[in-house]
């Protein structure tokens, strides 16, 4: 931003929270409904109106409106950060600083014009979303995590821990969730894939999704939750709810931190308990962090299989070693080859996304733990992707893979029903370019 129209926003900054100020101070919008945002919306404008043509008169039509919208986005909405909010193709919003405001726009991350007054304006942001859940954020109880109306997830930290100021992280869902198709025709995975794991879903396998920050486990595990059969009963166990589930009977939970007396928390191991007294037929915990993951393992082996959950981890050995470390955390004294036969038994598959050059996300590995051998887990890895470079927009290609092996489960799910033939696991190449013609072309069958 050049410094004339660093000069301009600021002015306009500064002009905005003036009639802020004056808005909220006056009586004329008090006692108005503040819990329907779009009616509060509505009855605001009519003063806020009659205020800017009152202290501005100088301002042209166009501004008076700009303005105006602004100053109903600082009582109602994120002020500044509104516009963004109305932008499909932005999933994440990433405030710096009051003077930094980034977004990732289709996978490419990238600084926006936009910025804040001040510290001030921004922590009062800040504060008004954690208030409408019910959290709390000052110097005291400096970190919350909160979710907008529309689902999206928020964090913030603010001082004395963010050191540059206030800090907000948003990252935001679509109000209509990424079906599978969808994400074949992205090419984040092959119909092939799809139809293996929808069989497995059907079967009640239990398997986990894997994959780093923003790699689209949330988005993966939503969509193939389209395959569990009707009929089952489902319980979602989230930190901050991102789920958006399409099916019938569903019972979604969400853990609760504690208050600002430092009371009342509800952790996810204390959800995952209480849901096994909920008659579930599957649970879905949308990530296991720490020791949930043990009774997350005792539903998979105890009459709750075709459970699905997520894990942080950058492959397929790191997510079983993560497992390991959270089944440690739990203070019981077991031995090494006790806790992989019991990860072993609970875990038939894992699903390993990752987040590739250029924003684009992949399905790199579909691997069976088909057991221990020498207290080592052994995995026969079924599909997988191989970057090969990237094209001249920096984004990452490669090709998806058939190995050619036939998993050991594929008896269990031809008992369920599915026809899956060894025939669909040859040995096989797509090209991602191959691969975009083939989604377009074949259809899901499963």
């Not at 988005?219 to 389209?226: I, K, M, P």
């Amino acid at each position: 931003m050049n410094a004339s129209a660093q000069a301009t926003t600021r002015e306009r900054l500064a002009r905005v929270q003036q009639l802020h100020g004056q808005l909220v101070q006056s009586l004329e919008w008090r006692g108005l409904d503040e819990s329907n945002p779009e009616q509060l919306r509505a009855e605001l404008r009519t003063p806020a109106e009659a205020l800017c043509r009152r202290r501005y008169p100088q301002l042209s039509a166009e501004e008076q409106e700009t303005t105006v919208a602004a100053v109903v986005a600082e009582i109602v909405g994120l002020g500044p950060l509104e516009p963004l909010l109305h932008d499909a193709e932005i999933s994440d919003i990433l405030v710096n600083h009051p003077r930094e405001v980034f977004v990732e726009r289709l996978g490419v991350l990238s600084r926006t014009e936009i910025e804040f007054a001040d510290e001030r304006h921004l922590l009062r942001i800040i504060q008004r979303v954690a208030s409408r859940v019910g959290r709390r954020i000052d110097e005291s109880s400096p970190m919350v995590d909160a979710r907008l109306p529309d689902g999206s997830r928020v964090h913030a930290v603010v001082p004395p821990l963010a050191l540059r100021g206030p800090t907000l992280s948003i990252r935001r869902f679509g109000a209509q969730p990424l079906t599978i198709q969808n994400l074949v025709q992205k090419n984040s995975l092959l119909p092939p894939m799809v139809n293996f794991l929808a069989a497995a879903i059907e079967a009640r396998i239990s398997f986990l999704i894997s994959g780093g920050t923003g790699s689209g486990k949330t988005t993966l595990l939503n969509a193939l939750s389209a395959y569990i059969p009707a009929g089952e009963r489902l319980v979602t166990i989230e930190d901050a709810a991102e789920l958006q589930l399409k099916h019938e009977h569903v019972v979604a939970l969400e853990a609760r931190p504690n208050s600002a007396e430092g009371l009342g928390a509800v952790t996810i191991r204390d959800l995952v308990r209480n849901s096994l007294r909920m008659r579930p037929d599957r649970i879905l915990v949308g990530e296991v962090r720490g020791v949930e993951a043990m009774d997350m393992l005792q539903a998979m082996n105890t009459g709750h299989e075709g459970s699905l959950t997520t894990i942080h981890a950058n492959d397929v050995g790191d997510a079983l070693s993560r497992l390991e470390i959270m089944l440690g955390m739990t203070g019981f004294n077991f031995s090494v080859p006790v806790m992989r036969q019991y990860v072993a038994a609970g875990i038939k598959l894992i699903v390993q996304l990752s987040r590739l050059k250029g924003g684009v996300r992949r399905v790199t590995r579909i691997a069976e733990i088909t057991g221990l051998k020498e207290g080592e887990y052994q995995l026969a890895e079924i599909f997988g992707f191989k970057q090969t470079g990237t094209d001249a927009q920096g984004v990452a290609q490669g090709e998806f893979y058939a190995t050619g092996y036939v998993p050991r489960c594929i008896e269990r799910i031809r008992a369920a029903g599915v026809d899956l033939s060894d025939a669909d696991f040859a040995p096989q190449r797509w090209s991602t370019e191959s691969a975009r013609h083939a989604a377009r072309a074949e259809q899901v069958s499963v």
